[in-house]
């Protein structure tokens, strides 16, 4: 490049160690994804039907408060 070899080398000692938080930081981001996908296909399958008919105030399916 058309850098200064030390800067190059302070700017890849200052950056590789935020290249590795960037990493963790999209694995914690799919992990949180993967849980949100799991509740939105767990409220979206209930319907309460059972636990409304029989006036509980706990979802036994979803573990859902419906009062």
Do not use: F, T
């Not at 200064?4 to 963790?24: S, T």
């Amino acid at each position: 490049m058309l850098q200064d070899p030390n800067v190059e080398r302070y700017i890849e000692i200052a950056v590789k160690p935020l290249k590795k938080e960037i990493e963790q930081m999209k694995a914690q981001i799919e992990v949180l994804n993967q849980a949100l996908r799991i509740h939105d296909v767990n409220v979206s399958v209930c319907d309460h039907k059972e636990a409304l008919e029989k006036g509980y105030p706990l979802c036994n399916k979803c573990s859902k408060w419906l009062v």
